[in-house]
Each structure stands twice: as structure tokens, then as C-alpha cells.
């Protein structure tokens, strides 16, 4: 039996899009094993009742994929689906997902695919390298296509950062929040996006939280999600009011995540984003984390 525990991940980071993610410690544990035969998938935890049980699970599609491309054929298989992510809530639960199948056949394949294969196959099937790069690796997450595969660095997050997390209690698919996205964007949103992406990259690498604070800003993706995200524009407001250093939808969303310096200011900051969605009738559940340094590890 392999045993492997995945973080989850807060994609796009305001500017980001489809470029950055991080890690959060927030994890899923899968669980596989070979057996004489068949496909057996039990799942328990958050969402179980959406997630289904046969072929079309992509933890076992993720296995099948790196069993694949190692030439291992197992004759059956057994997979334990441990779940503490919310699922369709922009926190990377199809990435740890998709992550945990590739790590637990990897290693029941013998480790015989480096990091960069995982990273092409879960990307493959995710469609974005944003969430499966951290859940893979841990930390902050630069990631892009270049020609045929997936160019991607990891920053180490830093170390007074802390979260929260403002997790609506109604789910928004991925497919569903794309829609809402435009199909061009002006130049000039173009370059304000670049501008500050690039400083939050630097913010994060530098540590610096200060600067951090000031390039979360969007203009690429939030404007156009906040119609599926009621109040989202208040609990934004209320956030910063509160003293977050900056707000952002947590990959497609509807969680809205807030970055604060330490954990002085998360139960004020907690505390008015769960009133800003009250006050737009959104039943919502508060959460406090800490960036992931690591990514998805085999426990057992």
C-alpha cells in the first residue's frame, strides 16, 4: 500500500493568471495498492458523494497514465480517496487529485518517471501547470508552456505569510467560470496584468510581503468572475478594511483567499470577509492556512 498526502493550491494569485499557484497546507491522502484484480475506489471526506467510483476517477486516469509510460501493468488495482479539500471551490482538489494518482502509481511503478514527466502528465490532464506544479511541488509555483512542454520554477513561500480563506458553501466548476472570461482583452489590461505579475513574483522571492500588498491587483480574470461570486467585491473591500495585505479569487473561485503578515490580523480578517458574505445572503466557512513548503509526499 502507498500512501500519499497532497496540498491544496490557490492558483492565478490576482495577476497570475494561469501562471502561478502555491501550495497550501490543506491536503488530501490517497491511497493504492496493486491487487489480484479489478478496479476498487472508496472515497470519504469532502465531496464524496460527486466523485465517482469507477474508470472515469482521475486518480485512477493519473495511475493509468504513469503506468503508461513506465510499462508497469499492475493486474488490479485498490485506491483510498481521503478528502479534506472542498471540491469545486478554486482550492486545486482536481490537482491533488490528479497529483496523488501520479505520485502513488509512480511509486508503486518503481519511481521510474523524474519530477518532469509528472509535471507534462498532470498538466495533460488538469489543462493548467498553475495548480498541478505546487500541489507536485510545494511552495510558490512560475509555470508556463513553452512549445511542447512545461517550463516551471519554485520559489520557497515566505515564512511570516499566512491566509484566509473564505469558502462559499456552493461550488463553481472550473468549465463554468471560464465561460464568463472574455475571448481579447485591451493592451493596456494586458500590460497592467504583466507589470504587476512580475513584481509579485519578485515580491515572492524577495520576501517581501510590503510589495506583495500593492500587485495583487487583476484585470484579466476577477472583474470578469465576480457576477458568479456574489459580494465578492465587498468581501475584497472588507478584507483590506480588515488589515489583509492583499485579496484574490482563489483559482476559478468562489473562494476568496486573503494574505496577511502573521496571525494577528487573521480572526479580524476572517471574521469581516464571513460578515461581507452574510451581508449578500452567501453562507460561507472561514479558514485559516499556511503556504505548503512541500508538495505531494509519499507517507507510507
Known amino acids: 500500500m502507498v500512501k500519499v498526502k497532497v496540498p491544496a493550491t490557490s492558483a492565478n494569485l490576482g495577476p497570475g493568471f494561469d501562471t502561478l499557484g502555491m501550495a497550501l497546507d490543506l491536503h488530501n491522502i490517497?491511497?493504492?495498492?496493486?491487487?489480484p484484480g479489478g478496479l476498487h475506489i472508496s472515497v470519504s471526506g469532502a465531496g464524496k458523494e460527486a466523485i465517482p467510483i469507477g474508470p472515469t476517477n482521475v486518480v485512477y486516469q493519473a495511475?493509468?497514465?504513469v503506468f503508461q509510460q513506465s510499462g508497469y501493468q499492475p493486474k488490479g488495482l485498490a485506491i483510498r480517496i481521503h478528502n479534506h479539500i472542498p471540491i469545486a471551490r478554486g482550492l486545486g482538489s482536481s490537482a491533488a487529485a490528479i497529483v496523488g494518482g501520479l505520485v502513488a502509481a509512480n511509486e508503486l511503478a518503481g519511481r521510474k518517471l523524474p519530477p518532469d514527466v509528472l509535471v507534462e502528465l498532470g498538466t495533460g490532464l488538469e489543462g493548467h501547470p498553475d495548480n498541478v506544479?505546487?500541489?507536485?511541488?510545494?511552495?510558490v509555483v512560475i509555470a508556463a508552456?513553452?512549445?511542447?512542454?512545461?517550463c516551471y520554477r519554485k520559489l520557497e513561500p515566505p515564512k511570516d505569510l499566512q491566509m484566509v480563506l473564505a469558502v462559499p458553501k456552493f461550488g463553481l466548476p472550473t468549465k463554468v467560470a471560464r465561460e464568463a472570461l472574455p475571448k481579447s482583452v485591451s493592451f493596456a489590461d494586458a500590460v497592467y496584468n504583466l507589470g504587476r505579475s512580475s513584481l509579485l513574483v519578485l515580491a515572492f522571492a524577495s520576501h517581501d510581503l510590503d510589495l506583495l500588498g500593492q500587485v495583487m491587483e487583476d484585470?484579466?480574470?476577477?472583474?470578469?468572475?465576480?457576477?458568479?461570486?456574489p459580494g465578492m467585491e465587498n468581501v475584497f473591500m472588507a478584507a483590506k478594511g480588515a488589515g489583509a495585505l492583499?485579496?484574490?479569487l482563489s483559482g476559478a473561485g468562489p473562494t476568496l483567499v486573503a494574505f496577511c503578515r502573521g496571525d494577528q490580523q487573521l480572526a479580524v480578517v476572517g471574521e469581516a470577509m464571513w460578515q461581507a458574505f452574510a451581508s449578500?445572503?452567501?453562507e460561507a466557512e472561514v479558514k485559516f492556512v499556511k503556504p505548503c513548503a512541500s508538495g505531494a509526499e509519499v507517507i507510507g
Open 219 to 229: 484585470r484579466l480574470h476577477q472583474p470578469y468572475r465576480s457576477s458568479l461570486v
Open 280 to 282: 449578500c445572503d452567501v
Open 133 to 139: 506544479g505546487p500541489a507536485l511541488l510545494g511552495g
Open 145 to 150: 508552456k513553452l512549445g511542447s512542454g512545461i
Open 63 to 65: 495511475a493509468m497514465l
Open 246 to 248: 492583499g485579496v484574490a
Open 30 to 35: 490517497i491511497e493504492m495498492c496493486e491487487i
